[in-house]
């Protein structure tokens, strides 16, 4: 069985460009969550969508990120400026309700540096 | 608010040796609890969970057991290998189905 599918997997742009994470969940599973990963602060939520829709963005660090799920099959996580500080691993999971929402399956993750 | 505190890593073992990562929470009501595991290059893992005062959750020789008295649930393994290395995440389920992360603990095992 595939397991979630994250592209890119290692993305290096320069500061004030346009980056785009995409996420393909496991198929079945209804929630999708977006982390990040650095030394500094560890692994923070960012957003997650439950059926689609987004249940909360709390944590999502300013207006320059935004995310999308437009169908059950595909998300993305985009950055518009980067910044330097943006750079950090992006982690893309899913999860089904049926089994729990924090069972949750991890991509391999998208490691982003920003020039 | 919910929260999840770790011992600091990194812990570093020889093989075969006996491992005990500590976690502690601090929870309103009987959440969930889970240990996630990262493999380097990787993304994180469930390892094992526990729902209920009491359960012990148990997978690839580890355990840890829900302490409600001492809120805690310690990760343990008796004979470590160098494949466990890694990094190990202890975390709790809230109300609001998000998973409350602890710091992460870094294991290395040395043949």
């Known amino acids: 069985d595939a397991g979630v599918i994250q592209s890119p997997r290692h993305e290096v742009t320069e500061m004030g460009q346009e980056v785009t994470l995409r996420c393909k969940p496991i198929s079945g599973h209804n929630s999708l969550f977006w982390y990040r990963q650095t030394m500094m602060r560890g692994l923070e939520l960012l957003i997650y969508?439950?059926?689609?829709?987004?249940?909360?963005d709390s944590g999502m660090p300013e207006d320059r990120f935004s995310a999308k799920m437009p169908n059950a099959s595909f998300s993305t996580l985009k950055i518009q400026p980067s910044e330097p500080r943006d750079s950090a691993v992006y982690f893309c999971?899913?999860?089904?309700?049926?089994?729990?929402?924090?069972?949750?399956?991890f991509g391999p993750g998208t490691r982003l540096t920003v020039t | 608010g919910n929260s999840v505190t770790q011992m600091e890593g990194p812990v570093t073992l020889s093989e075969e040796a006996f491992l005990t990562i500590n976690c502690t929470y601090t929870?309103?009501?009987?959440?969930?609890l889970f240990w996630y595991v990262q493999y380097p290059g990787e993304g994180l893992q469930l390892l094992l969970k526990?729902?209920?005062a009491d359960d012990k959750g148990s997978n690839k020789g580890f355990e840890a057991t829900y302490r409600k008295e001492t809120t805690s649930f310690h990760l343990e393994k008796g004979s470590v290998q160098v494949s466990d290395s890694a990094v190990y995440f202890c975390a709790l389920g809230d109300s609001n189905y998000q998973l409350i992360w602890g710091a992460g603990t870094k294991l290395i095992i040395k043949p």
């Open positions: 526990a729902t209920k």
């Open positions: 999971a899913s999860s089904t309700s049926r089994q729990g929402f924090y069972e949750q399956y």
């Open positions: 969508f439950n059926n689609n829709v987004p249940i909360d």
């Open positions: 929870a309103t009501g009987y959440p969930s």
